[in-house]
Structures are given as C-alpha cells and as structure tokens.
C-alpha cells in the first residue's frame, strides 16, 4: 500500500520558517507531479505549489517569492520551503502525489497524506 507521510509542521512566529517534507513509501513504478495544498478553517483546500517529476515547479500568487517546492526522486521525497510566513498561512498542509503502480503502470492514481499543521502566531 502506497503512502504519502507528512513532517515538519509547528507553531512558528510571523517571518519565521519552515520546511515540510513528504515521504512516498510503498511499491510503486515511478512518481508523477507532486503537491503541496493548505486548508486553512472554514475555507476549501487549495494548491500551494506543485512541481512535476523534472523539477518544474508552479506557486500559488500568495505564496510565491516566500515558499519553494524541491524533490528528492532518489529518496521519493517532496519538500516546500516555507520563508517569510504569515499569519495567513496557517492551515493544515496537505501532500499529494500522482502515483503509478508497478501492478499498473499505467494506470495512475493520486494519494494524500494525512495533513500537518502549520500555525502562523506571535
């Protein structure tokens, strides 16, 4: 069973920061787009950034400029640097991952992690 593991959440002070990682484990044939999303209360979950498996990497307008996206394929792993942070960005961060199995290769499908909260606060 594949599985996407978030770390790296916690309470910070505004212009603080944080770095979030996020761990494929399981069998799987290789690893499409990777995301990361935020829910903050109250308001629907949206991307924050998302970067493709050369590297490619694409950011929401409110976060850009503060936030970076990298991966480690060799150690199926996703990061988001987050700089410069604001209250407003406290939420819980999602990981989202497109998968391609070994069973069916080529037949992807997305899994999520389990969220971690990031907390904005002085």
């Known amino acids: 069973q594949v599985q996407l593991v978030e770390s790296g959440g916690g309470l910070v002070q505004p212009g603080g920061s944080l770095r979030l990682s996020c761990a494929v484990s399981?069998?799987?044939?290789?690893?499409?787009?990777m995301g990361w999303y935020r829910q903050a209360p109250g308001k629907q979950r949206e991307l924050v950034a998302d970067?493709?498996?050369?590297?490619?990497?694409n950011y929401a307008d409110s976060v850009k400029g503060r936030f970076n996206s990298s991966r480690d394929n060799a150690k199926n792993t996703v990061y988001l640097q987050m700089n410069s942070l604001k209250p407003e960005d406290t939420a819980v961060y999602y990981c989202?991952?497109?998968?391609?199995?070994?069973?069916?290769?080529?037949?992807?499908?997305?899994?999520w992690g389990q969220g971690t909260q990031v907390t904005v606060s002085s």
């Open positions: 399981g069998m799987i044939f290789r690893i499409g787009a």
């Open positions: 989202n991952a497109k998968i391609f199995p070994i069973a069916t290769p080529t037949r992807p499908y997305d899994v």
């Open positions: 970067i493709s498996s050369g590297g490619s990497t």
